[in-house]
T-cell receptor
Framework: EAGVAQSPRYKIIEKRQSVAFWCNPISGHATLYWYQQILGQGPKLLIQ????????DSQLPKDRFSAERLKGVDSTLKIQPAKLEDSAVYLC????????????FGPGTRLTVT | AQSVTQLGSHVSVSEGALVLLRCNYS??????LFWYVQYPNQGLQLLLKYTTGATLVKGINGFEAEFKKSETSFHLTKPSAHMSDAAEYFCAVSDGRDDKIIFGKGTRLHILP
């Protein structure tokens, strides 16, 4: 079974630039999550999708972050414009719905904003 | 609201010694509890989970954890540390209602030769 795929693995941008991350969850997993993990901290949920609908985006900074999962499969997270404090690892995870199942994580995208 | 507290952001043990990573949780309903491990430049991987039933849970790589409701704890142990156990460990809690997991801040485990 293929795991959660994410790309790119690393990205360096200047502040005020834009960036996009892509995630492809495990096949058949209805629920998809984007987390932000700042160095030395645990993952913080940014947004949760079930199929192509948003379940929770209460911690997503909507003035600069956006995410979509148009066909209920893969997802894109965008930051525009980036700030220095956005430097972090962005993790994507997926799970079958109706849990509490374990969440399966991708390898993450390490973003550095200079 | 649920929360997780991991005691000690860094723990060092000698190779072959007992590993003990502490986790306390807060939950208004019977919790589901998880331990995840994160190796450098990788995502999180499930070590073990408690949902219902037996309170002593065995996971991968020789780790186990015991759910103690009276102490609101879910400490992770391994009898004998190996160099390959050096990683970041996260305790997490869920109420099982909305597929959300709340993570602790993590404990970095260092193994001394």
């Amino acid at each position: 079974e293929a795991g959660v795929a994410q790309s790119p693995r690393y990205k360096i941008i200047e502040k005020r630039q834009s960036v996009a991350f892509w995630c492809n969850p495990i096949s058949g997993h209805a629920t998809l999550y984007w987390y932000q993990q700042i160095l030395g901290q645990g993952p913080k949920l940014l947004i949760q999708f079930q199929n192509n609908g948003v379940v929770d985006d209460s911690q997503l900074p909507k003035d600069r972050f956006s995410a979509e999962r148009l066909k209920g499969v893969d997802s894109t997270l965008k930051i525009q414009p980036a700030k220095l404090e956005d430097s972090a690892v962005y993790l994507c995870a997926s799970t079958p719905s109706g849990g509490p199942y374990e969440q399966y994580f991708g390898p993450g995208t390490r973003l550095t904003v200079t | 609201a649920q929360s997780v507290t991991q005691l000690g952001s860094h723990v060092s043990v000698s190779e072959g010694a007992l590993v003990l990573l502490r986790c306390n949780y807060s939950s208004s309903v019977p919790p589901y509890l998880f331990w995840y491990v994160q190796y450098p430049n990788q995502g999180l991987q499930l070590l073990l989970k408690y949902t219902t039933g037996a309170t002593l849970v065995k996971g991968i790589n020789g780790f186990e954890a015991e759910f103690k409701k009276s102490e609101t704890s879910f400490h992770l142990t391994k009898p004998s540390a190996h160099m390959s156990d050096a990683a970041e460990y996260f305790c997490a809690v869920s109420d099982g209602r909305d597929d959300k997991i709340i993570f602790g801040k993590g404990t970095r485990l260092h193994i001394l030769p």
